[in-house]
Nanobody, 125 residues
Framework: QLQASGGGLVQPGRSLRLACTAS????????VAWFRRAPGKEREGVAA????????VYSNAVKGRFTISRDNAKNTVYLQMNALQPDDTADYYC????????????????????WGQGTQVTVSS
């Protein structure tokens, strides 16, 4: 089970950090990712970290602003979001898999079989 937290209301330009903690299994060598779904839009992958080689992948929309990281001791994955924009408003979901998705699939929802509930992020002045 994955538990996401850290969402909230934030002004444009500010930062927010989301956390995703696993229970019932150890995420240390899992591939992990963050997805988001904005109102009226499809779910999109924004950041991923492949378990086998720790390769980091970001969508073009968030590259340079978001950072995915993990704390193995806490069995937790984070998404640091900086310079937030109104277009970042969405429900954010964490996901994990024991596999190592190929690069072209690493931001695809189908690559993951463990999902957390969403945490809402609203960027507004």
């Amino acid at each position: 089970q994955l538990q996401a937290s850290g969402g909230g209301l934030v002004q444009p330009g500010r930062s927010l950090r989301l956390a995703c903690t696993a229970s019932g299994f150890t995420m240390n060598y899992y591939s992990v990712a963050w997805f988001r779904r904005a109102p009226g839009k499809e779910r999109e992958g924004v950041a991923a970290r492949r378990g086998g080689d720790n390769k980091l992948v970001y969508s073009n929309a968030v590259k340079g602003r978001f950072t995915i990281s993990r704390d193995n001791a806490k069995n937790t994955v984070y998404l640091q979001m900086n310079a937030l924009q109104p277009d970042d408003t969405a429900d954010y979901y964490c996901a994990a898999t024991s596999g190592n998705p190929i690069y072209s699939n690493i931001l695809q929802p189908g690559a993951y079989n463990h999902w957390g509930q969403g945490t809402q992020v609203t960027v507004s002045s």
